[in-house]
Every structure is written in structure tokens, then in C-alpha cells.
């Protein structure tokens, strides 16, 4: 497996394995790599050549008072990890290599970005679209694989791709939960073990929607206060719950089969999201 | 000679280029085009395997009092002028093809472009980036030729390039004027006689400039003053003079040679830009 640390070297080597005809699945990741990292890896597999994956603790794309300085790091068993998974290679670069100290230019996406998360964290999208765009200009991916946890990130992303005309196919796998159904994230790890029961109330939450939504409940207030509720009852401190259509990300009054459960709440000091497609 | 307007087959197509070992000089304009494209093309063919010429009307980087609606265009003669100057392909899309009703996504350059045209056109270099990028994305060129006319924009796009890790090189070919001295430009051609004699004072005041500096004058104030006076005596309507460093783009007190005199002025209504390299 090839470790990259300069944009120049992996660029040149991505090109190559272009122009010689395979093709490149990117997983781009911040590290500290789970089972959820594993099942993108997965998806790339299926019809790529070849897996590039990138681990970067993307600093502009955390607020001033969020985790950047104690978000989990693992870069030795991350990239044992990907060499287990038959991965070509990994791109892992410094801050300083990814932001020159001049750097003055930002992709910014100006309307599915607004609301949910964007709400909480202003920044965030932007931080996002920029560093995705260099990865891809960087990797010269045809595949680019997310995961559906970060469901309002793909749809930004799949908006950067089709606006910027990136030609980069973007797939999304699946949400990977623990065995007691938590989604998997690296976040998870901030958890005490009281928090940890706590945060099941996340999917005990949106399978309650789920349930309600396929008995016949079609009002979004309605699904929306059960999920409240039952958060509620665990002592997490919400942030939002919406039902929202799947491709404009705006919130629906009347539920139909595709829309989307999201939700953000704090367990504790920890932030965590995670949704339902119903 | 291949014409283009479908995004998807121009961009199959350049990859297609691209993977078969062909290198792509690219040169983006808004058509109508002259002899300054021209250069721009011959500067491509150095040594690249073929060259791709692009002729869109970008409406975002127009400000809504600009001349957008009124910008010159002929279409079937900028075709034609390709395919005398052997270019391979030409991309001519829509604006609907370009933008699609739902875009949101821009790249924002948030130094370079601040100062200077960025001051009386506060949008006009994001749509520049924006538009640039969707180029490259849609071309994927090894190189891409640019004016030195516009000297901002160069500066501005080079730092998108460095900072987003397009692999495109950037190329400056000179200014290319008329017998008179006149920067060629496609908005020339809304001067009438007598604007057209005013106009070249820009040219005469940065001769004025280049001439001072080298028997010694060093003051940035003086030589504005050379240029401004020149231009205010053939009554054109001075948006900036400015002596700059070429790579910051801040002005400079003590000018050094390679520092850049930049000017903006307005000849009637026409908004005509210049430069001169000390």
C-alpha cells in the first residue's frame, strides 16, 4: 500500500493510475477509522480498480468552540487498517500542506447548507465543499463514497459535484450501527458509559418514527414530537428533529415514503446525528 | 473541428483525450473573439497536443448595472476563427446548460480579489472562479491560457488553482494592442471615434509611467500622479491607478522593478483596464 503526504506526489500518482485505464474509488475520512469507514471501502470496492483513502482532520470545517483539538487520532491503526482492507492507498496529509498560510479561496454552497446542522454550525458546509473539492482535484476520483449518517453532507456534496461540474460519481452507503443499534462514529468514543445508553435513545427515536409513519401517521409534527419526546425522556438535549424531503432538504408538513428523519442532539458535550429514511 | 455544447460529451471527450496521452491547452473567453485570443491560443499550442477553446458569456460575473445583456457576441464568427486557427474543439454551452435552476454553489476568493476591479465590482471574481472552475472540471486542460490584460484575474485564478490543487497550469500570455496602442478588447468596440482617441491615454500614461521609472523616479505616489494626470487631461473618468506588487497585488510606496502599474477607467461608459509590468 502506497502512504502519500504531498499533494504534488499523490496528484501525479492518481493521474498515472488514471491514464493507464483504472478506475479510483476515494473514501475520503477524517481517521480514527470504524466499521463505518470499512463498509465505504466496501461500496468503493464493488466495480473501482482501485481505493484511495485520504485521512484529514479538516480544521476549517469545525467551529471555534467545537472538537478540532481533541477529535480522536490513530493515524499508525488506521493505516493498518486500510492496508488490511486492500486498499491502493492513503493520502494523509498535514495542515499545513492541505491550507498554505495565504490561502484565501473557499467553495461555498448557498442553500441546502442553511438549515439542520448548518443552523448550529455556520461554518461547517463550507469547510466541507473546500476541502472535498481539493481532495477530488487532488485524487481525480471516478467514485467518491459517503456515508448516510452525514445526510445533509451528501446532498451539499452532490450539489458541489453537479454545480462545480466535478466528474466524480458520488455513492452513499448505508448507516453501520453497533450491535445495540448506535450509529457508528468516531465521536462515539467521547461517550462516558451513562451517555452511552443515553445516545440508544437516538435510534430507539427515529425507529419509533419509523414504526408510527408505516402504521398510518402522515403529520410531520406528529412523528416530530414522538422523536422529542422520547429524547426528551433521556435527558438529551436536542438541537433539531425534522422531516425533511430527501433531494432539497426542506421540511415537509405531510410525510411520504422517501422523506427523511434527522435529527442532531447533545448526549452530554457530544454532538450526534443520525436519520432515517423512511 | 469538434463543437460542443453539452457538458457531459465535452468532458467525456477531453477525458477521453486525456487518457488516450493527449495534453489539453485550454483558453476560456467570452467570445468575440480577436487577435488577444488569438495570442491566447498560440500560447496554448507551444506544447500542447491540442487546444480547446471555450466561448461562454458568463452572467455571473457581470454586477446588474454592467453590460451583461449588451456584450458583444458572434457566435458563428468565433467558430469560424477556431477552426482557421486549427483549434480541436470548441465548447459553446447555454447559460441554462451552465447554470442550472437550482445552483448554489460558488468559489469565493477572499483576498486577491478584494482590491482593485474587485472594489467597483464586488461580484465580479467570484463569478470569474466559479465559472473558471466549472471549466476546468468540464475540460480537465493540462494548461490554461490567460490575458495579461486582466492581471487580477490572473492573480485570482492563480491562487484558486493553488489553493483547490487543480492540476492545470496557468499560462500569461502579454498584452496584445492595436497598431495604436490601444489593449485590444472585445468592449472596444463601443467606444465611438473621439472615445477611441481618448483611450489612448491609457496606453500613453503607462508609457508615461514605464518611461519616469526608468530615468529613476522610485515614488509610487509620483508616478500615479503621472498616469492620473494623463488620463484626467484626455477627460477619462479614472475608476483606479494603482502601483502594485505582481504578487500580492498591495500596493507599493517604493516601486521595485516587476511591481505593476494597473489602471481602470472609464471612456464614456466603456470601463477599460490596462497594465504595465515595470
Not at 93 to 107: E, G, I, L, N
Not at 223 to 251: A, S
Request: some cysteine.
Amino acid at each position: 500500500m502506497k502512504i502519500f503526504r504531498d499533494i504534488v506526489e499523490m496528484q501525479r500518482w492518481s493521474m498515472e493510475q488514471r491514464i493507464s485505464g483504472a478506475t479510483i474509488g476515494l473514501v475520503p475520512t477524517m481517521g480514527y477509522l470504524h466499521k463505518g469507514h470499512l463498509s465505504l471501502i466496501e461500496e468503493a470496492r464493488v466495480d473501482c480498480d482501485l481505493i484511495i483513502v485520504s485521512i484529514f482532520v479538516n480544521p476549517t470545517q469545525f467551529g471555534p468552540n467545537e472538537d478540532y483539538g481533541k477529535y480522536p487520532r490513530d493515524k499508525e491503526g488506521d493505516i493498518e487498517m486500510c492496508e488490511k482492507a486492500g486498499v491502493a492507498a492513503v493520502f494523509i496529509p498535514d495542515v499545513d500542506t492541505m491550507y498554505s498560510h495565504d490561502a484565501s479561496v473557499c467553495v461555498i454552497e448557498n442553500s441546502l447548507s442553511q438549515g439542520l446542522c448548518g443552523q448550529s454550525r455556520p461554518t461547517h458546509f463550507g469547510g466541507v465543499c473546500t476541502v472535498v473539492a481539493k481532495l477530488f482535484n487532488i485524487m481525480q476520483p471516478n467514485v467518491a463514497v459517503f456515508g448516510q449518517k452525514d445526510y445533509q453532507q451528501v446532498a451539499v456534496i452532490r450539489r458541489m459535484v453537479q454545480d462545480l461540474n466535478f466528474a466524480v460519481e458520488i455513492r452513499v452507503a448505508p448507516i453501520v450501527r453497533e450491535h445495540d443499534g448506535l450509529a457508528v462514529s468516531s465521536r462515539n468514543m467521547y461517550l462516558s458509559n451513562d451517555e452511552r445508553q443515553q445516545a440508544l435513545s437516538i435510534n430507539s427515536a427515529l425507529n419509533l418514527a419509523h414504526e408510527s409513519f408505516f402504521s398510518g401517521q402522515d403529520s410531520a409534527v406528529e412523528i416530530k414530537n414522538l422523536v422529542i419526546r422520547q429524547l426528551h425522556e433521556h435527558c438529551m438535549d436536542v438541537d433539531y428533529v425534522e422531516i425533511i424531503n430527501g433531494f432539497d432538504l426542506n421540511p415537509v408538513e405531510t410525510v411520504q415514503m422517501g422523506d427523511v428523519v434527522v435529527v442532531a442532539a447533545f448526549c452530554g458535550k457530544t454532538r450526534l446525528i443520525d436519520n432515517c429514511i423512511l
